[in-house]
């Protein structure tokens, strides 16, 4: 990670001919490394492959014993793999479902229908085309998706006309409408009905944070207030962990600190220790020291 070190789990080995890479791949695939079975596949520059999910094959109801290697063998005579995982938990222990990629949706549609419903070392498991958490939340709530769009931030020169003409390239539109005052003054916000889903979606996606008429607006799914704030209070909180994580031990409390120390002096006192990224005295609304601060360093 480029501000903990730490390894992402994964690395790259180029060979100077084919022939090694492939015998590198067929003898220490799933091999043990410090306890933890590897997946050895061949890097693809393009990895929109990967990324779309075709030829992505889901596994549920496996039994306990069945590792990484012995999905592979099971799932390898209906094509090329490109990848072959078997989920487990925090005990290296399977969870009982497992994923394969195939090259082509064609073979993974093959694998589907000769291994959907069979036996698998005595136990019955279901084999079908992996969905995305995002998709799959689509059929389960169909809440989920919308048609109306609420934008904010808008100047007070942009009207109607102006936000049907900003998002008509996404798709038809049933209404557009600028919120106004008594005085017919715009609000500075409004909304966006369209009539399918996916257009909705790419107007959101590729409006949100630009400028209209000058000003940053957003742009995101018209909700009612209530579940609005809800969702803001969740991302925050979500953010905030991932900052807590992400800073977890390089990130140092001092307190303690007398009202003649600032910035500066906290970081060249701490300087010697290691590369600092921040070093910050908290202080009161009339620039007044609390006697306390924080140095967040590049490495645990």
């Known amino acids: 990670d480029a501000v903990t070190r730490r390894s992402l789990g994964y690395a790259y080995v ?4 084919m ?3 492939e015998r590198a791949l067929d003898t220490l695939n799933y091999t043990p490394i410090k306890g933890s079975p590897c997946r050895i596949m061949w890097k693809h520059r393009d990895p929109s492959m990967r990324i779309s999910g075709i030829g992505n094959v889901f596994i549920k109801g496996l039994e306990k014993d ?3 290697r012995v999905l592979n063998d099971t799932f390898s005579q209906f094509g090329n793999i490109i990848s072959c995982k078997v989920a487990i938990d925090a005990n290296m222990k399977s969870k009982g479902h497992g994923y394969v990629q195939y090259e082509t949706k ?3 549609d093959t694998a589907i229908e000769k291994v959907n419903g069979k036996l698998v070392n005595g136990k019955k498991v279901t084999v079908c085309s992996f969905m995305t958490r995002k998709d799959r939340e689509k059929i389960t709530n169909p809440g989920l998706t919308f048609t109306n769009v609420y934008i904010n931030n808008l100047a ?6 102006a936000l049907t003409d900003l998002f008509k390239k996404y798709g038809k539109t049933t209404s557009v409408v600028v919120m106004r005052d008594e005085n017919s003054k715009s609000k500075g916000f409004g909304f ?5 889903h996916d257009a909705a979606v790419k107007a959101v996606e590729e409006i949100n944070g630009t400028e209209v008429a000058g000003k940053k607006v957003m742009c995101c799914r018209a909700e009612k207030k209530d579940k609005r704030e809800a969702e803001n209070k969740r991302k925050f909180q979500q953010r905030r962990a991932e900052q807590q994580a992400k800073y977890q031990g390089v990130n140092l409390y001092v307190k303690n600190l007398d009202d003649t120390v600032d910035d500066e002096k906290l970081r060249s006192t701490f300087a010697a220790y290691g590369t600092i990224q921040s070093a910050k005295v908290m202080t009161d609304e009339n620039k007044n020291s609390k006697g306390f601060g924080f140095v ?3 490495s645990p």
């Open 14 to 17: 180029n060979y100077h001919n």
């Open 19 to 21: 022939v090694d890479a």
């Open 66 to 68: 069945i590792d990484n």
């Open 106 to 108: 064609e073979e993974a």
């Open 156 to 161: 007070e020169t942009v009207d109607e006309t």
């Open 192 to 196: 966006i009905n369209f009539e399918s």
């Open 296 to 298: 967040c360093f590049s």
